[in-house]
């Protein structure tokens, strides 16, 4: 059984549209993450969810809005793409948001901007 | 800025070669400490965490912690052609929820 899952696996789109990315755990993790890994593999957090809400929300553009239906699914919609937004989008979940619980990575999402 | 700094690599070793990576945090307030394994393509999964001074093993690697010189390195050995990937080291403060990630070395193990 898949433990962390995300739709689509593969995303290429032109500049100025909208698109989302789906994520699902079936961990029954109470936190989810949202993940930018660049060209240089750098990973970056961009938002957290803990039981629905918000806890972490970096300096991301705010044409990216996450949204978490409930605790198993965390969502994250794009608007206005642009080319810098090409990077592959990696979901997680934990246990809970404490220091010392490990994260589970979905497959993740690579996303190119034309 | 909190940071997690990692060499980028490529660290090249033969197989059966003991690899060392190493990494260096300036949150003196990281409690917690994570090595990732990412093959390319793929998501990141977990190696070792580690919490405390010293040194903690699990088959092959061995995790070292040295929080007076915010310093945390993973030892692989016995290195296996199957071990070349990209290894993240990520420290976390436990008053916070942030995972912060360094950037990543890559290993090669040549057969």
């Known amino acids: 059984d898949t433990a962390v899952s995300q739709t689509p696996k593969y995303l290429v789109t032109q500049m100025g549209n909208d698109k989302s990315i789906k994520c699902e755990q079936n961990?029954?993790?109470?936190?989810m993450y949202w993940y930018k890994q660049d060209s240089k593999k750098f990973l970056k957090i961009m938002f957290s969810y803990n039981n629905k809400e918000l806890i972490i929300n970096e300096t991301v553009p705010n044409r990216f809005s996450p949204k978490s239906p409930d605790k198993a699914h965390l969502n994250l919609h794009i608007n206005s793409l642009e080319l810098g937004d090409s990077a592959v989008y990696f979901c997680a979940s934990s246990q809970d948001p404490s220091g010392y619980n490990e994260q589970f990575f979905g497959p993740g999402t690579r996303l190119t901007v034309l | 800025q909190k940071e997690v700094e990692q060499n980028s690599g490529p660290l090249s070793v033969p197989e059966g070669a003991i690899a060392s990576l190493n990494c260096t945090y300036s949150d003196r307030g990281s409690q917690s400490f994570f090595w990732y394994r990412q093959y390319s393509g793929k998501s990141p999964e977990l190696i070792m965490s580690i919490y405390s001074n010293g040194d903690k093993e699990d088959g092959r690697f061995t995790a070292q912690l040295n929080k007076a010189s915010q310093y945390v390195s993973l030892l692989i050995r016995d290195s296996q052609p199957s071990d070349s990937a990209t290894y993240l080291c990520a420290g976390r403060n436990t008053g916070g929820f942030k995972t912060i990630f360094g950037a990543g070395t890559r290993l090669f193990v040549k057969a």
């Open positions: 961990l029954g993790h109470d936190t």
